[in-house]
């Protein structure tokens, strides 16, 4: 697989944030997403990047291409060892926050992508993966 | 570099504020205190935020911004938002970004013209 399409930033500062959504736009645009589909994930990559920054001031954002059938999509996981999500569905509800966002990163991303897992355990850390499929 | 700075232009009685592509979030914070330093500076009536390049337009940013327009409006200013690029107000719709009553127009020229027609009492908002 071309080395573009998969990779990892370490988030250990604010700067990564940019850095962050630099390396999903060029992966986006790459792999032949349109300008508002880019814009979907970018802004996601920012929303999530900045989660990991404020609740886990560390992590690892991963990037991948992936490929189901003849579907492809851009793969993004956001893994940290923080404080981890106490009550998950909460943390979904649109103006629930417990830093000081808006409580629209976690179910905005949702909406703005075509799946979303989330794993989490408290003191441990959480993982976050969200997938946008290429419309054909 | 040049590019990722916030420019502040003074034009009459009013503020240019021109906003990079990618600004990172040390920057989105200093545009507060700029805008609200220049607008007491200068004793502007007002100031077009001009996001016209602005590719990604995320909670934070918008919070920001968001702020920025109930500080001026405290201080007797009127913000006008320009230049929003389609796919950023459809992201920024769907991830559930509200602005509420913050004025918006298409581009700077038109914000210029809302700016200086309610000044001279034209039109009222």
Same mark, same amino acid.
Request: proline share 2%.
């Given at each position: 697989?071309?080395?573009?399409?998969?990779?990892?930033?370490?988030?250990?500062?604010?700067?990564?944030?940019?850095?962050?959504?630099?390396?999903? #736009?060029?992966?986006?645009?790459?792999?032949?997403?349109?300008?508002?589909? $880019?814009?979907?994930?970018?802004?996601?990559?920012?929303?999530?990047?900045?989660?990991?920054?404020?609740?886990?001031?560390?992590?690892?954002?991963?990037?991948?291409?992936?490929?189901?059938?003849?579907?492809?999509?851009?793969?993004?996981?956001?893994?940290?060892? !923080?404080? !981890?999500?106490?009550?998950?569905?909460?943390?979904?509800? $649109?103006?629930?926050?417990?830093?000081?966002?808006?409580?629209?990163?976690?179910?905005?991303?949702? #909406?703005?992508?075509?799946?979303?897992?989330?794993?989490?355990? $408290?003191?441990?850390?959480?993982?976050?993966?969200?997938?946008?499929?290429?419309?054909? | 570099?040049?590019?990722?700075?916030?420019?502040?232009?003074?034009?009459?009685?009013?503020?240019?504020?021109?906003?990079?592509?990618?600004?990172?979030?040390?920057?989105? +914070?200093?545009? &507060?205190? &700029?805008?609200?330093?220049?607008?007491?500076?200068?004793?502007?009536?007002?100031?077009?935020?001009?996001? +016209?390049?602005?590719?990604?337009?995320? +909670? =934070? =940013?918008?919070?920001?911004?968001?702020? /920025?327009?109930?500080?001026?409006?405290?201080?007797?200013?009127?913000?006008?938002?320009?230049?929003?690029?389609?796919?950023?107000?459809? /992201?920024?719709?769907?991830?559930?970004?509200?602005?509420?009553?913050?004025?918006?127009?298409?581009?700077?020229?038109?914000?210029?013209?809302?700016?200086?027609?309610?000044?001279?009492?034209?039109?009222?908002?």
């Amino acid at each position: 697989m071309n080395e573009l399409y998969q990779g990892e930033i370490r988030i250990t500062s604010e700067n990564e944030i940019v850095i962050a959504r630099k390396v999903v #736009r060029d992966a986006a645009t790459a792999l032949g997403f349109g300008i508002t589909d $880019v814009t979907r994930i970018v802004t996601t990559a920012s929303e999530l990047t900045r989660n990991i920054y404020h609740y886990a001031k560390s992590g690892v954002v991963y990037w991948r291409e992936v490929n189901h059938g003849t579907d492809t999509g851009l793969e993004l996981t956001f893994e940290d060892q !923080g404080p !981890g999500i106490p009550d998950i569905d909460k943390a979904m509800e $649109v103006g629930f926050s417990t830093g000081k966002g808006m409580g629209l990163g976690l179910p905005g991303s949702k #909406r703005l992508m075509d799946e979303m897992t989330i794993e989490s355990k $408290v003191g441990i850390g959480t993982t976050v993966i969200v997938r946008k499929w290429l419309k054909k | 570099m040049a590019s990722e700075r916030i420019s502040v232009i003074k034009l009459h009685e009013l503020l240019l504020v021109t906003v990079p592509p990618d600004p990172g979030d040390e920057l989105i +914070s200093s545009l &507060q205190e &700029q805008v609200l330093e220049a607008m007491a500076r200068h004793d502007a009536k007002g100031l077009v935020l001009d996001i +016209s390049t602005v590719q990604t337009l995320d +909670s =934070f =940013f918008a919070r920001t911004v968001a702020e /920025t327009v109930q500080m001026v409006a405290l201080m007797g200013g009127r913000t006008v938002l320009a230049g929003m690029r389609a796919n950023v107000a459809v /992201t920024a719709t769907q991830l559930g970004l509200t602005i509420g009553k913050t004025l918006t127009a298409l581009n700077v020229d038109q914000a210029l013209d809302m700016l200086n027609a309610m000044s001279s009492g034209a039109c009222r908002v």
